[in-house]
């Protein structure tokens, strides 16, 4: 498994449990921002220790194929993590098929990185898990990422119902997907 790749702006990099401060002070930074559209968090989420055994959990099931989570950084600034794009629930057979997500640091927003990666992640999706189907779920409320996906080539598809726990309820999400032309 590739550990970095690099695109015109940014290195895209899967970290070890030793860069654990790295996502942490990320995590850290953008919690009222990151708050309304992620799930709840337990106290300790915002730990070392957490971040380091999240990360060997992900790093597992990046081994397994199960899922590609990548961690963006500037290449003038390879300390700040600035953002995630990730691949999750590769369903393999049959479907081909992943959910998308993807988080930016709010002082880095409007800047094309988190397109620049994302196009990037599609690329990988296709090309190296020959995956046929990508799909994104979004809150109606996060215009933003809304724009985002569709800039991408992302379709509507309907209202994925009470599909997600967010802020102590259950909330619809719009389901959007993207298919591969191959």
Request: hydrophobic share 40%; aromatic share 14%; net charge positive.
């Amino acid at each position: 498994m590739k550990m970095e790749y690099e695109t015109s702006r940014l290195f895209l990099k899967i970290l070890q449990s030793d860069s654990s401060d790295k996502v942490l002070d990320f995590y850290i930074r953008n919690k009222d921002f990151l708050e309304p559209f992620e799930p709840d968090r337990v106290s300790l989420f915002y730990t070392r220790a957490f971040q380091q055994a999240n990360l060997n959990y992900e790093n597992k099931l990046m081994k397994d194929s199960h899922m590609l989570r990548l961690w963006l950084f500037e290449k003038s600034d390879l300390n700040k993590t600035i953002g995630s794009v990730s691949i999750q629930n590769i369903i393999k057979g049959s479907y081909l098929s992943c959910i998308i997500s993807y988080k930016m640091d709010r002082d880095y927003l409007r800047l094309g990185y988190a397109t620049e990666a994302l196009y990037y992640l599609i690329n990988i999706a296709y090309s190296l898990y020959g995956l046929h189907r990508i799909e994104a779920y979004i809150v109606p409320d996060n215009l933003p990422s809304i724009n985002l996906i569709q800039k991408l080539g992302f379709l509507p598809e309907g209202i994925a119902r009470s599909s997600v726990y967010l802020r102590g309820k259950w909330i619809d999400q719009i389901r959007f997907a993207l298919i591969s032309e191959i």
